[in-house]
């Protein structure tokens, strides 16, 4: 970010999908993912290290995951939690990875209600080092450490959306905006922005997004992962973005504010150390959901640009 500059890396021991990034304290990155290549789908493990630019082998997880959602304790052990299968239908597991010992231990299970609520989700570790958690559509739900337990929070008024995105607000609430529900005839985006306080399980309906970010979720209606900027706002970019405009929130006015946008979806969002948001990659032009057999036009995209509040 200093100067503006990219620098190829060395790419990972192994190929995965269903990847999940941490950096650790030491400043080295933990990538857990399903490996393409060992016997069964094994869930496994590979440091990066930005120092050296080199990759090394983790341990297995003790544990198997088809997606996967991490963060980062304030002891510095890692969370890992995810969907898998068993039996053709979907369940969720979750373990904790130490770096003192380079070991894993296994986690209470996380809960998930319903069939359709599979996806990845979305996760955050909390003010208070809970850590957060929208895996399944039905069952949002925190993780305590201290007592190896989760808590299901209650539902809002009107059903969640599968593969949502989520953002912390600076009052210590959860925002979950975005994401598609299934009507058995196809998927539908959906416009809704909530807010939930992990704590006491309270729900607040905030403004919904504007007319074309309406596609805002990581999923088949693509867009992006929402972003805190610097003085607690929240950018919302991608999407369906034939306006070529992105949104930012204010939790003070609960509204959306139009600003200059990168027209396109699929891309990464980062925050940075300077309260700026970085944005790469994706693809350009609109897409047409309008079945469920998705088309992608444009191209692939190696933009990157940076917004500053």
Do not use: C
Not at 225 to 245: R, V
């Amino acid at each position: 970010p200093a100067t503006g500059t990219w620098t190829a890396a060395t790419g990972p021991a192994f190929a995965s999908y269903g990847d999940a990034a941490t950096t650790l304290t030491d400043g080295r990155v933990l990538v857990i993912g399903a490996s393409t290549t060992a016997p069964g789908d094994v869930t496994r493990s590979q440091f990066y290290n930005p120092a050296t630019d080199t990759w090394t082998l983790g341990p297995n997880l003790p544990i198997s995951l088809l997606t996967s959602m991490s963060g980062r304790f304030p002891n510095g052990r890692v969370i890992v939690a995810g969907t898998t299968t068993r039996d053709h239908y979907p369940t969720s597991a979750a373990a904790e990875y130490n770096p003192t010992t380079n070991s894993w231990t296994t986690l209470a299970t996380p809960p998930i209600e319903t069939e359709w609520g599979w996806g990845p989700g979305a996760a955050r570790i909390l003010p208070n080092g809970d850590f957060f958690t929208t895996l399944g559509a039905d069952a949002p739900a925190v993780y305590h450490r201290a007592t190896n337990t989760w808590r299901q929070l209650p539902l809002p008024p009107t059903p969640l959306a599968t593969q949502s995105v989520i953002a912390l607000l600076p009052s210590g609430n959860v925002m979950i905006a975005g994401g598609s529900h299934y009507n058995f005839v196809g998927l539908s985006p959906s416009p809704s922005v909530y807010e939930v306080n992990p704590v006491s399980g309270v729900w607040t309906i905030d403004a919904g997004l504007p007319r074309d970010s309406i596609w805002l979720s990581p999923y088949m209606f693509d867009g992006s992962e929402l972003a805190q900027l610097g003085n607690g706002s929240i950018l919302a970019t991608g999407g369906q973005t034939d306006s070529d405009l992105d949104y930012v929130y204010s939790p003070q006015t609960k509204t959306w504010t139009a600003v200059p946008g990168r027209n396109a979806h699929d891309g990464s969002l980062t925050t940075l150390t300077n309260g700026s948001v970085l944005s790469a990659g994706g693809r350009t032009g609109t897409r047409d959901s309008a079945s469920w057999r998705e088309r992608y036009p444009g191209d692939l995209t190696a933009q990157a640009v940076i917004y500053t509040p």
